[in-house]
């Protein structure tokens, strides 16, 4: 009897799926945790320092629905580099908290002082961020704006 209740039990353990994978990357990303990572976005871009902003990205990103991980980094490498100062201005239309996932649909205003003859140029339009769970850690995988004309 003992043998064929651990036989049971032992097949059992291995026709179940385990699931090994942290409580912490599987609950639900909150509207106060996308708020924080929204102002922590804007405040690594203002610093114009790109580590810490790429950081922020996930490998698999992609930027208005086309630009991929490699190009989102050069783009914004050559943005700091002509950039003297910037100020990144944020309000937030909605956020859809998903268990994994949120998405973020807000306006933007950025105000970039440029190094070369101290022009000033002014960016605004709608964005919107797709944000995942990646190993505890929420990242961008997908970010698109749009620009007022």
Request: a positive charge; charged letters at 30%.
């Amino acid at each position: 009897m003992k043998k064929k209740i651990f036989i049971w039990v032992f097949l059992w353990i291995l026709i179940l799926p385990l699931d090994i994978s942290s409580s912490e990357s599987r609950r639900e990303v909150t509207q106060e945790e996308a708020k924080q990572f929204i102002e922590e976005y804007i405040q690594r871009f203002m610093k114009l320092d790109l580590d810490p902003y790429m950081e922020l990205f996930s490998k698999q990103a992609i930027e208005n629905r086309v630009l991929p991980y490699a190009d989102i980094e050069e783009a914004y490498r050559r943005t700091i580099q002509k950039t003297h100062s910037l100020l990144y201005n944020m309000t937030l239309y909605s956020i859809e908290p998903y268990t994994h996932s949120a998405f973020v649909r807000g306006r933007y205003e950025i105000v970039q002082r440029l190094k070369k003859k101290d022009r000033v140029v002014n960016l605004s339009g709608e964005i919107q961020f797709y944000l995942i769970r990646d190993n505890s850690f929420l990242k961008i995988r997908e970010i698109n704006y749009g620009k007022d004309w």
